[in-house]
């Protein structure tokens, strides 16, 4: 039997000690929750800059394969039409090993430009290909670095 002193649904008076009262235990899920967001956004950003589109791109519009050498027309996008940059091309034989490679100065011009070079190979190629572009052009490249004389 319960007496009339006994609240229902309630521990007994006394036997557990007065509840704590001041302490919010809120605040380490809000902290917690915060550096998760910030740490979210940062990685964002990191794989953004990694992940996202190049400043600049180039690939085989078209390629006439010859005896011992490939004729390479490349499309060279970018984003910033006033810099020159450089094409690293490449043919490729039967087998798949490279048999030629050689360096295209892209000059300053249209945010998307055509270019053809004649690649000299080693071996009969398949194929020819753009192998990468970059805005670091080598001062042998550059027609305006070039010595007098």
């Known amino acids: 039997m ?18 704590r009262k001041g302490r919010n235990r809120r605040w380490p899920a809000w902290a917690l929750g915060t550096l998760v967001l910030l740490g979210g ?11 996202g589109s ?12 010859r ?13 910033d039409p006033t810099r020159s940059a450089e094409c690293v091309v490449r043919a490729r034989g039967r087998s798949g090993k490279e048999v030629g490679r050689g360096e295209v100065y892209i000059p300053a011009g249209q945010p998307t430009a055509y270019h053809r070079t004649v690649l000299t ?10 192998f990468g572009c970059s805005y670091d052009v080598p001062r042998y490249l550059d027609p305006g670095e070039r010595p007098s004389g």
């Open 2 to 19: 319960t007496s009339s002193s006994e609240t229902p649904g309630g521990p007994p008076e006394g036997r557990y000690g007065s509840p």
């Open 41 to 51: 956004i940062g990685i964002s950003v990191v794989a953004y800059s990694n992940f």
């Open 54 to 65: 190049a400043p600049i791109e180039g690939k085989a519009a078209t390629f006439d394969v």
């Open 67 to 79: 005896d011992e050498s490939v004729r390479i027309t490349l499309e060279v996008r970018r984003d």
């Open 121 to 130: 190979t080693s071996a009969p190629p398949v194929t020819g290909e753009v």
